[in-house]
């Protein structure tokens, strides 16, 4: 079992930064992979950006790429802000690799109660 706790979200206005955090309790394997998620109102849930605990190499979705920043501890720095980051911010995890297909909710089996990003123009 996984329990994960984040915090961190807020409201900013576009081109500003946030760091979101995610406590993790409950594993002490590296076998394991550590993400961030977010959902927009009437929109799935997508991946942002993740990291395997067990070595080097992040994933990032491309919308954020170049603007997000994962690392352990589990962080993820968000800067450049734009209003279309705004949504519910989601830390997960699951056992194993990231694989191919990390960017999709439904591989996950661990999740965080969310964290609220709002970015305002």
């Known amino acids: 079992q996984v329990q994960l706790v984040d915090s961190g979200g807020g409201s900013v206005q576009a081109g500003g930064s946030l760091r979101l955090s995610c406590a993790a309790s409950?594993?002490?394997?590296?076998?394991?992979?550590m993400g961030w998620f977010r959902q927009a109102p009437g929109k799935e849930r997508e991946g942002v950006a993740a990291?395997?605990?067990g070595g080097i190499g992040t994933y990032y979705a491309d919308s954020v790429k170049g603007r997000f920043t994962i690392s352990r501890g589990l962080y993820l720095q968000m800067n450049s802000l734009k209003p279309e980051d705004t949504a519910m911010y989601y830390c997960?995890?699951?056992?194993?690799?990231?694989?191919?297909?990390?960017?999709?909710?439904?591989?996950?089996?661990?999740w965080g109660q969310g964290t609220q990003v709002t970015v305002s123009s």
């Open positions: 409950g594993y002490t394997g590296g076998n394991i992979c």
């Open positions: 997960a995890a699951k056992i194993g690799f990231c694989g191919v297909d990390w960017s999709m909710a439904r591989f996950w089996g661990y």
């Open positions: 990291l395997w605990a």
